[in-house]
């Protein structure tokens, strides 16, 4: 019985809309920034393409307001001449690319851009670039020597 003699009194249950609510933006919020890690994670380290380029370093140069970046240029030769194969003919066709700064592969790119010798760099190219890596999305694994 209760303290007023009412028997007919019932209870009523009320939910929490606010709680229901809150829940659901945090697991919105949470799944937004678990797919945008996702997609950084993939654009920032899946490789589109591997491959060899060879020519003359023309240009290498450590570029950057806030992010200092190594940035360089080789231009490929087009022509071989028929009388002297070790001798080429310049053409036009300049390559852009970057290096994340291995000290080998600068020193190496270095050098090969003061003696003018042909080279044949490996490199591998990434979906998307950051300013902090670099302006093109070729960069630099590997020189070698043409010889």
Known sequence: MSLFGNKNITTVTTTKP????????L????????????YTAFVMYYI??????????RKLSLKGYVFK????ELQMSSFITPADPSQTINGG?????SSEGNDVTIDAL???????QRVT????????????RGDTPYFIMGVEDVK
């Open 69 to 72: 970046t190594w940035e360089g």
């Open 27 to 38: 697991l919105v919020l949470l799944l937004i920034l678990t797919l945008g890690v996702v």
């Open 110 to 116: 270095k050098k090969a851009e003061q003696h003018g």
């Open 93 to 97: 066709n300049i390559w852009l690319f």
């Open 48 to 57: 589109k393409s591997e491959g060899e380029r060879t020519g003359v370093v």
């Open 121 to 132: 760099l490996h490199y591998k190219e990434y979906v998307k670039i950051f300013p902090w």
């Open 18 to 25: 606010a709680t229901t609510w809150r829940r659901r933006f």
